[in-house]
């Protein structure tokens, strides 16, 4: 797992270091190459409600590459992605679609109320508290929408499969496998 992550990090920026960043001749404004979002909701599948920050580098009018962090709100937890965000009709305009494969790495804890059976007495109700930690892949869809020459919204969500769950392997599963969805608003500044 280890080698895949530093062989995927490794190509991100390779890719990035080499990609032509000539301006496009059809380009009529210069939104910028560098991307900075604050998402105020970000969902990730499994019950984590977070908040988040990401940047995105646009290596040239196809492809950019975006690294997003969430924090949870509602859980100790946080997941970090790594994007190649491919741009079909291009990066430059000011509504821009683009579909984006996405590794994606969470480590924390998730709680929960439960009862629990006591054989000699009444059960109780407690807090529940277990690791979560997971390694994925999805593939993102994301639109985004240039309000004003540097400030844009965007609406990103994906669907995918968790390759490692730790929390599918506590549920009494034969598997590590589970199903991985996220989905987040972005508020960023382009420069």
């Known amino acids: 797992m280890k080698k895949i992550l530093i062989t995927g990090l490794l190509s991100a920026i390779a890719i990035v270091s080499f990609a032509q960043t000539s301006k496009s001749p059809n380009a009529k404004k210069d939104f910028g190459k560098n991307i900075i979002a604050f998402h105020p909701v970000h969902l990730i599948a499994s019950d984590f409600v977070g908040v988040g920050f990401s940047y995105e580098r646009l ?10 962090v969430m924090v949870g709100i509602n859980n100790n937890y946080v997941n970090i992605g790594l994007e190649a965000k491919l ?20 480590i924390g804890t998730r709680q929960y109320e439960s009862w629990v059976y006591n054989p000699n007495g009444p059960s109780t109700y407690k807090m529940v508290t277990e ?42 599963n034969n598997t590590n496998l589970s199903f991985l969805a996220q989905m987040n608003i972005g508020l960023g500044y382009r420069f």
């Open 59 to 68: 290596a040239n009018d196809y492809l950019g590459i975006k690294i997003p």
């Open 87 to 106: 741009y079909p009709t291009k990066n430059t305009g000011a509504v821009k679609y683009a579909i984006a494969p996405t590794l994606m790495v969470g």
């Open 131 to 172: 690791d979560a930690t997971h390694f994925g892949f999805l593939l993102n869809q994301t639109l985004n929408v240039t309000i004003t020459r540097q400030f844009y919204i965007g609406l990103d969500g994906g669907i995918g499969i968790n390759y490692y769950d730790q929390l599918a392997k506590n549920n009494g």
